[in-house]
Antibody, heavy 123, light 108 residues
Framework: EVQLVQSGAEVKKPGESLKISCKGS????????IGWVRQMPGKGLEWMGI????????RYSPSFQGQVTISADKSISTAYLQWSSLKASDTAMYYC????????????????WGQGTLVTVSS | DIQMTQSPSSLSASVGDRVTITCRAS??????LNWYQQKPGKAPKLLIY???SLQSGVPSRFSGSGSGTDFTLTISSLQPEDFATYYC??????????FGQGTKLEIK
């Protein structure tokens, strides 16, 4: 079974750093892009960025460029999303998802999704 | 970025109703359009990919159509478990896959 399992909920203070994870299993982790999506409380889905674990090629949405860092460790089939200095506005649920579709040409889709990691930033 | 606009933002319907949700792209995206269902407290679930292909395991009452800039998701006969929020997503823009704002489907 193809599965993405994310790390548990986090409660942090403004200014602290954080790294959350997304572990893939049941498939070749290095062969599929992994995307990250933010969902603020009561709001919709926002595309953050994507990484190819095979060579760590990473692309960011302009809204998130410079705000977060996406990385991956292919030796343990895990992708990461990290912040160097959290803000209260980073409070949200964060999802990872695997990109499906052709290797070089679309269309593409996202399935499966991780269960989500809730990040709460409060003083 | 390509902007995706869904309508309506919310919708009230009854069990057994036929429901249609629309998604419009700010530029042509061919058939590079996906639909997801999200229930409260759960991760999104892929329903339709490439505009009209039904994801494995998804009931056949769900269908998608469209190409270019205008797309629709149709539920032919609403079931109680279909009350959720639905999102469209374009996969045309290279590695920048924006979502619509969502349509909340509620029980009338």
């Amino acid at each position: 079974e193809v599965q993405l399992v994310q790390s548990g909920a986090e409660v942090k203070k403004p200014g602290e750093s954080l790294k959350i994870s997304c572990k893939g299993s049941g498939y070749s982790f290095t062969s599929y892009w992994i995307g990250w999506v933010r969902q603020m409380p009561g709001k919709g889905l926002e595309w953050m960025g994507i990484i190819y674990p095979g060579d760590s090629d990473t692309r960011y949405s302009p809204s998130f460029q410079g705000q977060v860092t996406i990385s991956a460790d292919k030796s343990i089939s895990t992708a990461y999303l990290q912040w160097s200095s959290l803000k209260a506005s980073d409070t949200a649920m964060y999802y990872c998802a695997r990109r499906g579709g052709g290797s070089t040409q679309g269309p593409y889709w996202f399935d499966p999704w991780g269960q989500g990691t809730l990040v709460t930033v409060s003083s | 970025d390509i902007q995706m606009t869904q309508s309506p933002s919310s919708l009230s319907a009854s069990v057994g109703d036929r429901v249609t949700i629309t998604c419009r792209a700010s530029q042509s995206i061919s058939s590079y359009l996906n639909w997801y269902q999200q229930k409260p407290g759960k991760a999104p679930k892929l329903l339709i990919y490439a505009a009209s292909s039904l994801q494995s395991g998804v009931p056949s009452r769900f269908s998608g159509s469209g190409s270019g800039t205008d797309f629709t998701l149709t539920i032919s006969s609403l079931q109680p478990e279909d009350f959720a929020t639905y999102y469209c997503q374009q996969s045309y823009s290279t590695l920048r896959y924006t979502f619509g704002q969502g349509t909340k489907l509620e029980i009338k």
